[in-house]
C-alpha cells in the first residue's frame, strides 16, 4: 500500500495561486497512476485532476481544464498540482490518491485504489 501525504493549501485572494504536493512512501510509487480529487462542505468528493505513471498522459476535470496542471517527480516520489486563476469556488479540502489509469476511453480514465488521508485545505477569498 502506498502512503500520501498532502501538503501546500492555504489562504488566497481570488486570481492567486497555490501549488500542492503529494509525497508518496510505500510500494512502488513510480508503477502508479495519481490523481487529485477534492471535496466541498456538503458537496461528493469530485474528481479534479490525473496522471499516469509516466506522466504522458493527463486528465482534468472541465472545471480546471487550462488553470490546473498536474505533474510528477519520480525522484521525490511526489506528484504536484499547480492551480493558477484560483476562484472561490475551488475551495475544498483536496486529496491525493495513486491506483490505476483505463486507456480504454473512461472518463476520468483514473480509479483511486488506496485509502484517503487527510487532503490539505485551499480556500479562496473574494
Known amino acids: 500500500q502506498v502512503h500520501l501525504a498532502e501538503s501546500g493549501g492555504g489562504l488566497v485572494q481570488v486570481g492567486g495561486s497555490l501549488r500542492l504536493s503529494c509525497v508518496a512512501s510505500?510500494?512502488?510509487?513510480?508503477?502508479?497512476?495519481c490523481g487529485w480529487f477534492r471535496q466541498s462542505p456538503g458537496k461528493e468528493r469530485e474528481f479534479v485532476a490525473a496522471i499516469n505513471w509516466s506522466g504522458a498522459r493527463t486528465n482534468y476535470a472541465d472545471s480546471v481544464k487550462g488553470r490546473f496542471t498536474i505533474s510528477r517527480d519520480e525522484f521525490k516520489n511526489t506528484v504536484y498540482l499547480q492551480m493558477n486563476s484560483l476562484r472561490t469556488e475551488d475551495t475544498a479540502v483536496y486529496y491525493c490518491?495513486?491506483?490505476?489509469?483505463?486507456?480504454?476511453?473512461?472518463?476520468?480514465?483514473?480509479?483511486?485504489?488506496?485509502?484517503w488521508g487527510q487532503g490539505t485545505l485551499v480556500t479562496v477569498s473574494s
Open positions: 490518491n495513486a491506483g490505476e489509469w483505463d486507456y480504454d476511453g473512461t472518463d476520468p480514465p483514473f480509479k483511486p485504489l488506496d485509502a
Open positions: 510505500g510500494r512502488t510509487f513510480s508503477a502508479l497512476a
